[in-house]
């Protein structure tokens, strides 16, 4: 996880200009083909998130195609990628869904860098019968969407590992939370954070919220502080956090930063801030998982970094599609779609994991800690 700065900005260009460079720069094998559409992103706030998933696709896709391809009933189907770019907003992301199964013909998609998004696309592939699988996408509104898939976990099931560990490894203290009143994986961690804490006997001292397009806290921080909480949740993206507790520190807050799985260990472990901090996680390089050091490594082989938890998500999400196809025999998008449902646990390197609960899978989730300039393991919890 230490990478040094310029080295992950070069390291993105480079996956930025591959993915998008055609509709395949994969691997390719002769034969019949499996066409699968990825939606990312290249600009923004989410480029990285998004960047970060086209290179994974392309590194899953390439794994399989280096072995001749997906086995379809004896028949191996060379995996053909369909990357766009979503502009990270529903509106586009919607048209690019379309784009992918009207005209490219795609047998499935995965991709969707945020809730927003992702929601997006699974109402088109819902009314088309395509299957989609998010890597990434937590919001617990995606789990009313036959055809939609994901490796994450929901926000309602981090909030209670969350709730859980507050509870038991910091000893029920005191919490105050600020979130975003416009953001719905926001909305949904603090809201549902403080329902499962409050069940637990925990106490929440303080709730805020801003509004949309807000750039100082300074009100709400106020507030937070004078209650005298021992730990400040904050579901926010890494970009808001670091203003957020930068002030929060500075109006006096002395106590542990807890987080959700938007912070983004890249950029918080070269911030002294988030020393002894904990967030939600999926991986990390290093993690005791079974296949995980072997793609780790042959992922930083190939692109020059190190893999990330969402490089790992979005190639579970490949590798897991790969595998229903192959147990099913058929590239027919609402076949995939059964084969995902009825699949057995899928051992991915972010955990062992299904799809039979309404496409969102039973996992555990990791606490990381913020330590001596590392990521650790600091717990793991399974949510019933």
Known sequence: ?????????????????????????????????????????????????????????RYAADEVNAEGGVDISGVKHSVKLFPVDSGGTPEIATKMALRLIDQDKVSVIIGGASSAVALAIAEVCEKK???????????????????????????SVQAAALAQFVSSKLKNESVAILYGADNTYSVELATFFKKDYSKRGGKVVAFESYPAGARK????????????????????????????????????????????DSWDPVDLLRNDIFKNSYFTDHWFPGL???????????????????PTELEALTYDAAMSVFAAI???????????????????????????????????????????????????????????
């Open 288 to 306: 005791p998982i079974p296949g995980s050091a072997k793609f780790e490594a042959g992922y930083k082989k190939k692109n020059g970094v190190d």
């Open 326 to 384: 192959k147990k099913d025999h058929s590239d027919d998008p609402v076949t995939i779609h059964d084969g995902l449902v009825d699949m057995a646990p899928f051992a991915g390197v972010t955990g062992k994991f299904d799809y039979n609960n309404n496409g969102d899978p039973a996992k555990d989730v990791f606490i990381s800690h913020l330590r001596d300039g590392h990521v650790v393991l600091s717990d793991t919890v399974f949510v019933e």
């Open 129 to 155: 019968k395509v299957p989609f699988i998010t890597p990434v996408a937590s919001t617990n509104k995606l789990t009313a969407y036959k055809y939609a898939f994901r490796v994450s976990y929901t926000n």
């Open 1 to 57: 996880m230490n990478i040094k700065k310029a080295a992950v900005i070069f390291g993105l260009m480079i996956m930025m200009v591959s993915a998008l460079g055609g509709c395949s720069g994969e691997k390719e094998v002769s034969g019949p083909e499996l066409r699968v559409g990825v939606i990312g992103v290249t600009s923004g706030e989410l480029f990285r998130k998004g960047t970060y998933m086209l290179a994974a696709a």
């Open 217 to 260: 806290y300074e009100v709400q921080l106020k507030k937070i502080v004078a209650a005298k909480p021992k730990v400040l949740f904050l579901p926010n993206n890494t970009k808001k956090i670091q203003i957020q507790a930068r002030r929060a520190r500075q109006l006096g807050f002395k106590g542990i930063l807890l987080g959700s």
